[in-house]
């Protein structure tokens, strides 16, 4: 008889579960065509990113440039697409302040742009000799210097995924702004059992979604500048890892890499990025919308 009542109480907790994950999928389903979008120009003021190289504009000018233009071109194609920025001044954002302009938004996608750079390599060059000790213990001994070439041949762009190891945050955060992610407040109720199993499909579908947009937006670099691709990764980011919605970080190219440098510096260069990632965005829009 107690087998029989557990057995029955197991069917009933799966049946509720299988409900409960149904209306979390659906409600996520319905709601989630792409109706805002966060834009977000990496680094700024105090803070320049990675730095120029023979040029003249460090990596929060170049990524400012790119996401005022996707924003333009969003604004007059995408009529029902509303576009947040997380800056659109030469000013720096603490890192959680631009997920949360995100999360406070309730936005569908979250999109950071940025550029690249190398470590660079140190060569030790002999320069010259000098004279050490006094005496008969006098003798001249080689100087080096430390010369630092910046330089790199790396080129062309990648774009980020949260990494796995970061999918605590994410989970923390969508359990924060749950009434955004499912339509339907207390579904995510922090006292809830359930809401951990709720909590981890979220993720999981925030995830693929993520790798789907990524995937586009690296495809669209190739097709629109034909310029290498290097794919999608994965990467413990803190500005993906607090956002409660699908989202990836851009890397337009290498701006230590002299022929990147000037593409990223140029008008033409800026436009086929931003418009390359605008066709990303208006194909994942378009299939989520199916």
Known sequence: ??????????????????????????????????????????????????????????????????????????????????????????????????????????ADLFVSIHVNATAGTRTKVQNGYKYVGKGSKRRKVPVYTTVVNRETKATGTETYILGLHRTSQKEKAIEEFGDNVTEEPGLLDENDPMTQILVAQYTQAFQNKSISFGDKVEKSFVKVTGRKSAGVKQKGLEVLAGSAMPGVLIELGFINNVEDEIYLNSEEGQHQLAYAIFRAIREYKAELSR
């Not at 029989?4 to 109480?9: D, E, F, G, V």
């Not at 803070?47 to 007059?76: C, S, T």
């Open 1 to 106: 008889m107690g087998r029989t009542i557990n057995l029955k109480m197991l069917c009933c907790i799966v049946m509720l579960l299988a409900g409960m994950l149904g209306s979390c999928q659906q409600g996520y389903a319905q709601k989630k065509g792409v109706k805002k979008i966060v834009l977000d120009a990496g680094h700024g003021g105090r803070d320049p990113g990675a730095r120029r190289f023979r040029l003249i504009k460090d990596e929060k000018d170049i990524a400012l440039d790119v996401v005022l233009k996707l924003g333009k071109l969003l604004n007059d194609s995408l009529k029902d697409v509303e576009v947040i920025y997380t800056r659109k001044h030469d000013f720096y954002p603490e890192l959680k302040e631009r997920h949360a302009i995100a999360n406070n938004a309730n």
